[in-house]
Structures are given as structure tokens and as C-alpha cells.
């Protein structure tokens, strides 16, 4: 069985080595933003981690909102430009770390909110329970958790049957809505899930709040 994060880890080097790739660079997620606002409100200067942060786009709106932002990746060279785009943006106190979403180097119930718009869908099935073991770790019994993952209207997996894709080495993985309940009602009640239906569609955005006393 091949490992997802090897074979996800040339994707992601080309892609923040060339700045091509499919996503926004720069413009948040107006789903993720609206969240944040509402979180703000609950938790005005609360931690936030974002998983995968990629280039820094939500860290940036979280940042710009109060939060105490710590931005995680595995691939440095998207924290290389994280950091440029934080410099350029003039956004400060963002803290950056290198690591992988299935080793989180923090202390127990380290955050308020946890945000990951597009890594989990980049694990493999067999990865989940490590990952949700890491988040339910490292965030606050009552924390928040902003997701987006792929549903099966991404162009990749249209007219597909198989719930996963690889194509430039990049392991894929698309959501059913009851997939994404199974995996995270018992801990966190599910406040919203929705489908993004713009631009032809492809996502599913959640916000979720941890039930408190739940592993
Ligand atoms: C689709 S990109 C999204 C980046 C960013 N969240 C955004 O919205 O612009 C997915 C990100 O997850 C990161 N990633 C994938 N697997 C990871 C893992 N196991 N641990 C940490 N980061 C990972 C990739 O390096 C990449 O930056």
C-alpha cells in the first residue's frame, strides 16, 4: 500500500516551487471567513491551527480577525511562502511550524479552533483515524473545526465510481455527506455542512463544535 503522504509530497513541491496549482493563493475561503467572523465572537483572540496551511490565505483572515494563528505544513516550501505572503501583506504574529497533520507537535487541548480547508481530503481512509486522533488531541474540549473537503462533484471524480483519484502523484479523496457525519458526529456536533455548488460545485464545507469530554 503506498503511502499518501509520499506520493502527495512531489505534488506539493511542484506545486509551491512553480506557484502553480489548482486553488486560491491568496483569497480566502468566504465560507472559512464567514465562520471565523462567528467564531470571533465566541472566542475574540482565541488559537487557531490551520492544517495544511498552505501559502497562509486563511491564516491571514484569521489573523486580520484576532486569532493567535499557528500555520502547520508539511512542505516547506509552502511555509517559505507563507511567510513571504506574511511579510508582503503585513500581516504579524503568524507562527509557523513544519509538521505533518498526523503528528501534531502540540500540547494537549492546545486550541479554540482548528481550520483545514483541503488537507484531509488529501489522506488516505486508512489515515483518518490518526488524523482525527491529532485534531481531537490538540483541540479544546468546546474548540471549533472548520472543514472543506471534495464531494463527488469535483471534476475529478464525476462519472467516477471510485471515491478516490491520483493524478500528478496527488492522492484525492471525495466525501459523502454521510461520510463526513459518521466520521465526526459522535465528537462534535455538526452546526453546518454544506455543498458549494459555484463553479460547477465540488466541495463540502462543514463547522463543527467538539462535544466537550469526547476522545
Ligand atoms: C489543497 S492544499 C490547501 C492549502 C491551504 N489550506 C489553502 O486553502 O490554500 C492542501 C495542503 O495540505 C498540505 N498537506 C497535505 N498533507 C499533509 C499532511 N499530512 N500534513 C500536513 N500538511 C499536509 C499540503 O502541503 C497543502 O499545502
Partial sequence: MFSAAEANRSYFQDAYRTGIHGWEVEKPSPYAVACLRRISKIVPGGRLLDIGCGEGRHSFAARRLGFRVTAMDFEPLALTRARRFARLKKVAGVVFRRASVLRLPFPDSSFDVALDYGCLHHQRKSDWPAYKANLLRVLKPDGFYILTVFSPR?????GSRRP?????GAYRRRFLAGEITALFSRQFEIMDLAEDRENGGGFWHALMRRRPETR
Avoid at 478516490?164 to 500528478?168: D, G, K, L, Y
Fill in 154 to 158: 469535483f471534476i475529478m471524480f464525476r
Fill in 164 to 168: 478516490w483519484h491520483v493524478a500528478q
